[in-house]
């Protein structure tokens, strides 16, 4: 399979401190493909997106490989390249309306049009475009970020934590926008700690726990009694999960 995003040996540590926040960070996201990142909350999942966009706070440093397509990712594929899902429309630019901020990532000859047929694709009225963010719905906001990754040239999109909060309505909202976006050809990096809405949309899963890859995985081995994990924390995640729990509550009576 063809890579698009590599990351190798990628360590995050305070400026003044021996101490790690990510260590020895590695894995690969091939095109079109969604890697789930799932970890406990502080478990490194949001430094690690940080550290791939070239992001972090000023007080930490980072060194080890983040490749774009076999290349060092600098500044530039910010936006380009790799482009974030930001969290809530807080990201946005309050001052700027809606689809001049869409029309701006866009990379076409006619940026204009091509907004205004993602918002018509997104089932978004066109005159979304003319409103600032804060007069969003909550519905129409999940959508107008995920016409950001759309709109996008970037091949790869990094979703920080898409579903906080959501009730099972919107979240398989979110989840429908992100199969949208995976079907438009691009790589997506998915970070959540809703395990479920990665078994939904991954093809890999990536678990971090105390700043550490421990195991990475198909998704399709997230099955029975998940014999085909193998870190204990990774099946105990596995048979955490709600719907496993009754298969194990019926298998004793
Ligand atoms: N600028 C910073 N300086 C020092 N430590 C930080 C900084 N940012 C984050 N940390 C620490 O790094 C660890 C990982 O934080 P991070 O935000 O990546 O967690 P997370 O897995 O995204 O958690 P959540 O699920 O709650 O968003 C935490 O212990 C956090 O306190
Ligand atoms: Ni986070």
Redesign the pocket.
């Known amino acids: 399979m063809d890579t698009i995003l590599t990351v190798n040996q990628l360590s995050v540590f ?1 400026q003044n401190a021996e101490h790690y ?1 990510l260590e020895d960070i590695h894995f690969s996201l091939y095109r079109g493909q969604v890697l789930a990142l799932v ?10 997106a940080q550290s791939i966009l070239q992001l972090l ?1 000023d ?2 440093r980072q060194n080890g490989d983040v490749l774009y397509s076999d290349r060092q990712v600098n500044e530039h594929d910010r936006g380009r390249n790799i482009v974030l899902i930001p969290q809530s429309v807080e990201a946005l630019d309050p001052l700027m309306k809606v689809g001049k901020q869409i029309e701006g990532l866009i990379q076409a000859e006619n940026p204009h049009q091509v907004m205004l047929d993602l918002l018509a694709q997104l089932g978004l009225n066109a005159d979304i475009a003319t409103r600032y963010p804060f007069q969003l719905s909550g519905g129409q906001a999940r959508r107008v970020l995920a016409t950001i990754a759309l709109g996008s040239p970037a091949n790869v999109v990094i979703a920080d ?1 898409p579903t906080p909060g959501l009730d099972e309505e919107a979240k398989y909202e979110m989840i429908a926008l992100l199969k949208e976006v995976q079907q438009a050809g691009k790589a997506i990096l998915l ?1 959540t ?1 809703d395990f479920d809405v990665a078994l939904q949309l991954a093809d890999q899963v990536a678990v ?1 726990d105390q700043g550490e890859i421990i195991e990475v995985t198909d998704v399709h081995h997230f099955s029975g009694d998940g014999e085909k994990l193998v870190h204990p924390l990774t099946k105990a995640l596995w048979q955490s999960l709600p719907q496993n729990l009754f298969i194990k509550y019926a298998e004793k009576t």
């Open positions: 305070h926040l970890g406990a909350s502080g478990s490194g999942k949001s430094l690690l706070p007080n930490l934590e970070i700690h971090l």
